[in-house]
Each structure stands twice: as structure tokens, then as C-alpha cells.
């Protein structure tokens, strides 16, 4: 009875260690999540936020680099401001673009010329009149319908807005809550990189005299869409 009591006693003691390990594991489990969960402020926020959009590739919203590099929004807008002032410089190639509320990084249009050479061909699309005003409606009515559109410029739109969404300068944004639910379309980020807007709102002022020329100039042009469809396009050239 006495050998069986001290066996009792070491097998409770291996028990007690066992629930000490498994406890003291359980609780710096914890806090070596919220450790991996929030990276301190980089020293340098510039260099951080240079980082992220040059490894993205894309735009990143601004929301995103707050988080992700912990910051303020007042602690980003001064960070981005001195990265938009060092780029400034001749001796740089690159630049920091905003759209809407977003950031990416690109290369100066001085040096277009250059960059096309890595590619097989350069990505330069010619916009008839037709298409920069069914843009035109699209930029400053959005978010416009299909039949809003043809509306405003009194004839059928199919191959403008085909040929936009097939620029990239277009998009479908939604539905209107509406019989037959039609699509909605808008301006993407690559309406703002092409025609050098931060927003839609830095657009210029159309007055309703212009949208009236649009639909008579759109009436005018109803036979010739053919001949547009052939490929004979416009002056306008927009590098994408």
C-alpha cells in the first residue's frame, strides 16, 4: 500500500507538469497571434509605401496602406507627399499616382517611347468621335445605362461602348434597380491614368450646350458607324 501511494504521488506530479506546459503554451499562444496580427510603424514610411505599391504592381487604396503599414491617414499623406516631391526630381524616371482613393506607382510619359520597345507592340488606341463621346457621357453621367446613353446621343451605342470596355476605359459597375435590370457602366482606373485625372472630378466642366452637340453631332454621324467599324478612326490617341 505504501510502494502504491509514493507510484500515486510521482504519476500526480508528471499530471500537474503536463497541465503546466499545456497551460503556459495556451496562453503564449495568444500573444504570439496579436504579435504576427500588428507589425510596428515602419522607420520609414516612405520607403514602406514604395515598397508595397512596387511589389503590388496595382493601385492600393489608401485604407489598405494604413493598415497594413500602420498608420495614420495624416502620417500617410505626409509620407506620400514627400515620395511625390522626391520623384519630382529630373533624375527620376518614376512618379506616384493617385486615383480616386488609391495609389500606384508608374514611369514619367516623357519616357513612353522607351518603354514600348519592351513590348511587341505599343499599346497606343485611336479613339474616333464617336467613342470619346460615348466615353464623354459615360465620364460624367456614370453610373449610366446603355439606353441612358443612346438617349443622349440619339443612336445606337453598341460598338462605342464594345470598344471601350475593350480599352479598359470602361467598366461594368452594377445594375439598375430597374424592370430588365440593366447593366451600369463607369470609368475605370485606367480612364484616370490615360487622360491624367486623379478623379472624375477633376474632369472639366461640360456644359449642356456641349451634350446637345454631342447628339447632333451623334445624329450626323449615325451612317458612318460602318466605316468606323472598318477601322478608319479618329485623331484622338490615347496610351494605355
Known amino acids: 500500500m505504501e510502494d502504491l501511494g509514493i507510484i500515486n504521488e510521482v504519476e500526480l506530479d508528471k499530471v500537474n507538469e503536463s497541465e503546466a506546459v499545456v497551460n503556459t503554451e495556451e496562453q503564449a499562444q495568444p500573444a504570439k497571434e496579436e504579435e504576427e496580427g500588428s507589425l510596428k510603424k515602419p522607420e520609414n514610411p516612405a520607403a514602406a509605401i514604395e515598397a508595397v505599391l512596387f511589389a503590388s504592381g496595382n493601385s492600393v487604396s489608401k485604407d489598405k496602406l494604413c493598415e497594413i503599414l500602420s498608420l495614420t491617414r495624416e502620417e500617410l499623406d505626409a509620407a506620400v507627399a514627400e515620395l511625390t516631391e522626391r520623384y519630382s526630381q529630373d533624375d527620376r524616371g518614376i512618379n506616384i499616382t493617385e486615383l480616386d482613393d488609391a495609389l500606384q506607382l508608374g514611369t514619367k510619359g516623357e519616357y513612353y517611347e522607351y518603354l514600348i520597345k519592351l513590348s511587341k507592340s505599343a499599346k497606343q488606341y485611336s479613339l474616333s468621335d464617336t467613342v470619346i463621346e460615348t466615353l464623354s457621357i459615360i465620364a460624367y453621367k456614370q453610373p449610366v445605362t446603355r439606353a441612358q446613353i443612346e438617349s443622349i446621343r440619339g443612336v445606337s451605342s453598341d460598338h462605342a461602348i464594345n470598344r471601350l470596355l ?5 467598366e461594368e459597375v452594377g445594375r439598375l434597380e430597374a424592370p430588365g435590370k440593366p447593366l ?11 487622360f491624367g485625372v486623379k478623379n472624375v472630378g477633376e474632369l472639366p466642366t461640360i456644359s449642356p450646350e456641349i451634350m446637345e452637340d454631342f447628339k447632333l453631332q451623334a445624329e450626323a454621324e449615325a451612317g458612318a458607324e460602318a466605316t468606323d467599324e472598318a477601322g478608319e478612326e479618329g485623331p484622338v490617341t490615347v496610351e494605355i
Do not use: M, V
Not at 475593350?166 to 470602361?170: K, N, P, S, V
Open 166 to 170: 475593350e480599352y479598359d476605359l470602361i
Open 184 to 194: 451600369l457602366f463607369g470609368t475605370t482606373e485606367q480612364f484616370l491614368r490615360s
